[in-house]
């Protein structure tokens, strides 16, 4: 007999599976179809295996089918978006999410995503109003700017304003300035789609105001200015700033914008660290919008914001592609909490979780290393050697590029591990440990993790080989 016929045969049906106890106790509390896709699934594989010749008797007994059918449940509820301890030393890590909220934003979005809200509308007229308009009063007072508006990122916030300003017309820009940043954005892309023209001037290392001015014809429709947030020309280099450009647009009768990227609301040289342009400095110079992001230095949710001179915001506020890109309701509450706390916070950098990993003292951070040591030498066992360390963080997604964070971090090593094996055991903690390897050795940055006790792994079962 065909041993493949005969193990096709042997194969339990999908309603046997559907019967065993372990799938009966799965649809007491998942959804009955998506039980049976599972189990399904999982027996359309063994049939696949068997036709290709694979021994997979013991597979298919009833008790490892049931199994199998429970792990894929199980794994796609670990494939959902999970906690993770961020102890890169990166504080605003593109890949985890970059700014985390201040818990006055979290709660903001709790009670607008379960309750019903004056998102659109008026209480004291008793009609429709417009879901941004609180936000767009917060900006203001913050920046100076005689309007603002907010849309789900920079890049739209970019796009929106140059289809409003330059759509075929033409965008002076610095060569030094065509920034790519992460996920491909592009600014001759953004600036194509746009429908306006891009016009290049000056060199990748030197640009001059003389090159804008030739550059200036009768289809002339912006002059863009961008911050590089992700990079830094070094060395014989030059820019026109942003005051020289106003004052030529304003020659020319020409709007000026400056894409800032991140975008800080404070100055945190204040605080110690390297400058970031101050988004109400940008403003007072006068150029016609100034873009920035909600979830980098900002501390917020992910938002581009626009702020500057009414007649062009209120252009854009009448763009259709404006309706395209406009934020939802848990945004606009998280972005109203955290603007909220700039206005009216004692500490802002206590309050907003961004500022306050960033501000963070390194002798704050040795204290809490040095509490967390015993614990964390337990968890691992033997086998482990823990040592504190001055070592340098980073702002991360694309802000001081060139700049680094004095921090400290604990070197994780042991004796028959190799680096790399080290960060693969952290990493199947619950919730997951992601730290960094430099020079072959595994770190764990206490300046990005909020709580130092969250180093403390919880191991899963397959957790203890690496």
């Known amino acids: ?10 194969l339990p049906s999908l309603d046997r599976v559907m019967g065993h106890p372990r799938i009966v106790s799965l649809t007491d509390r998942l959804s009955r179809p998506y039980v049976l896709r599972r189990c399904r699934a999982v027996l359309d594989d063994l ?7 694979e021994g997979v008797s ?52 709790r009670r607008v995503a379960s309750e019903p809200t004056t998102l659109e509308f008026d209480l004291e007229r008793g009609t429709r109003g417009r879901r941004e308009e609180r936000v767009e009063q917060q900006l203001i007072e913050l920046t100076d700017a005689e309007a603002a508006t907010v849309v789900n990122n920079n890049a739209a916030a970019v796009l929106l304003a140059l289809e409003t300003l330059a759509r075929g017309k033409d965008v002076i820009v610095s060569r030094g300035e065509l920034v790519e940043i992460g996920g491909s954005f592009r600014i001759p892309d953004i600036c194509a789609k746009s429908g306006a023209t891009l016009r290049e001037v000056g060199t990748t290392n030197r640009t001059h105001l003389s090159d804008y001015e030739q550059a200036i014809g009768p289809t002339t429709g912006l002059l863009l200015k961008v911050h590089p947030s992700n990079y830094r020309v070094m060395g014989f280099a030059s820019s026109v700033s942003l005051s020289q450009l106003v004052a030529l647009g304003a020659r020319h009768e020409i709007p000026v914008m400056e894409d800032l990227g991140s975008g800080a609301l404070i100055d945190l040289a204040r605080y110690g660290l390297p400058r970031e342009p101050v988004v109400a400095d940008s403003v007072a110079m006068g150029p016609a919008l100034v873009s920035f992001s909600g979830d980098k230095l900002l501390g917020g949710p992910q938002a581009g914001l626009l702020v500057g001179r ?30 909220d706390l700039y206005q009216r916070s004692l500490d802002v950098t206590h309050d907003i979780p961004t500022l306050a990993a960033l501000t963070r003292s390194c002798d704050e951070l040795e204290r809490a290393g040095r509490a967390l040591l015993p614990a964390l030498a337990a968890a691992l066992g033997s086998g482990y050697t823990l040592q504190l360390e001055a070592a340098t963080a980073q702002v991360g997604s694309g802000a001081l590029p060139t700049d680094e964070i004095p921090t400290v971090v604990i ?29 072959d050795r595994f770190l764990l940055d206490l300046r990005t993790v909020g709580c130092a006790e969250d180093l403390v792994p919880r191991w899963r079962s397959d957790a203890r080989e690496p």
């Open 58 to 109: 013991s597979d298919a007994q009833l008790d490892a089918v049931a199994a199998r059918t429970a792990e894929r449940v199980q794994a796609d509820e670990t494939r959902a978006l999970t906690r993770v301890v961020n102890a890169t030393g990166t504080v605003l890590h593109t890949n985890f999410g970059r700014a985390l909220l201040a818990e006055q934003a979290v709660e903001a979005v």
């Open 47 to 53: 049939r696949a295996r068997i036709q290709r010749g």
């Open 411 to 439: 070197v994780v090593a042991a004796d028959r591990l190799t680096a790399e094996q080290i960060a693969r055991r952290f990493r199947r903690a619950s919730p997951p440990i992601v730290g960094r390897i430099r020079d």
């Open 1 to 10: 007999m065909n041993p493949a016929r005969e193990l096709l045969r042997e």
């Open 310 to 339: 009414r007649t062009w915001i209120e252009a854009i506020g009448r763009n259709p592609l404006h309706r395209a890109v406009r934020c939802g309701k848990l945004t606009l509450a998280a972005l109203e909490a955290t603007l």
